[in-house]
């Protein structure tokens, strides 16, 4: 099973198409159980997500089935020195009080550009360190573009990288960064495979702001329906099918949804000649331009 369990929907009123506001505490003990009977293993976190670790570390006795990674916080100054490697392991330390663990699988820097300003080697030295005192297993970024890659493997080991991918985001790709990757044996996570449940709104009803582009939109409409798969099916088949990604980062509002996920991720599903679904621009693809 790639299917793995994003959380930021327990700490945050999260997604474009949530219209449920944050998950309640009764509703992710129904999600983290079903998530546990149908064989999904890693749950993703952040102290960066409202008060997601604190609501997990409710499950704390749970936890422990689970790979758990949570995040760097993102380092505001324009260059890093030894303060900011003291942030991350009280940060850090912060991290694994909330959520009431003494490990957790991984860490990934949030924010990777931290890791490229001035000093991030004191970053990178605290990940290393956490990592071989036993405190994590497993380090990473989590990136948004192939210029960031790039810097990143060229200036540091790390062993988890999670990434945008979907079906109109399929830059990393094309461009063959996800074959990078493997090669250097890398974990790959993709996150954002319905771009925040945009890719999942009918498009006779799109918020005004996406209506310019209702094409590329309504393509991938066209395509699920061409090949009678509903769009989440159609996601969920195309990222499957990419092998060299290792996990795929879903949140969920509620088990219903999860539920759903969970019978799509088990249908065999064939989704391929999809490329010509594939869109560049980035005021689309990066929800941080949305307006």
């Not at 890791?115 to 005192?133: C, D, E, I, R």
Request: proline residues 2%.
């Amino acid at each position: 099973m790639k299917l793995a369990l994003g959380t930021a929907q327990f700490g945050l009123d999260y997604g474009i198409s949530n219209q449920s506001g944050q998950t309640s505490q009764s509703e992710v003990n129904k999600i983290l159980t079903y998530a546990r009977q149908h064989n999904i293993k890693t749950l993703d976190t952040s102290c960066s997500y409202g008060n997601s670790e604190a609501v997990l570390g409710q499950y704390s006795d749970s936890l422990s089935t689970f790979k758990v990674i949570t995040k760097t916080p993102s380092l505001l100054d324009d260059s890093l020195n030894e303060s900011h490697e003291k942030y991350i392991f009280s940060s850090f330390e912060q991290s694994l009080q909330q959520l009431q663990q003494n490990t957790v699988y991984g860490l990934l820097v949030h924010a990777c550009d931290d890791l490229l300003k001035p000093g991030g080697h004191y970053l990178y030295n605290a990940l290393q360190s956490l990592k071989s005192k036993g405190l994590v297993k497993k380090i990473g970024v989590s990136i948004y573009s192939k210029q960031q890659l790039d810097q990143i493997l060229e200036h540091f080991d790390v062993d988890i990288v999670q990434l945008p991918f979907n079906i109109l985001d399929q830059r990393l790709l094309l461009d063959g960064s996800l074959t990078q990757l493997k090669r250097k044996n890398i974990e790959v996570h993709a996150r954002s495979i319905f771009l925040q449940g945009l890719l999942l709104l009918d498009t006779k009803n799109l918020p005004k702001q996406f209506t310019i582009y209702k094409q590329e939109l309504k393509a991938v409409e066209q395509h699920a329906a061409a090949n009678e798969l509903s769009k989440l099916e159609l996601m969920i088949g195309f990222t499957n099918g990419i092998t060299e990604i290792d996990q795929i980062i879903c949140g969920v509002n509620n088990c219903a949804q999860l539920t759903e996920l969970v019978k799509a991720s088990d249908k065999r599903i064939v989704a391929n000649n999809v490329e010509h679904l594939a869109a560049w621009n980035e005021e689309l693809l990066c929800p941080v331009h949305w307006k």
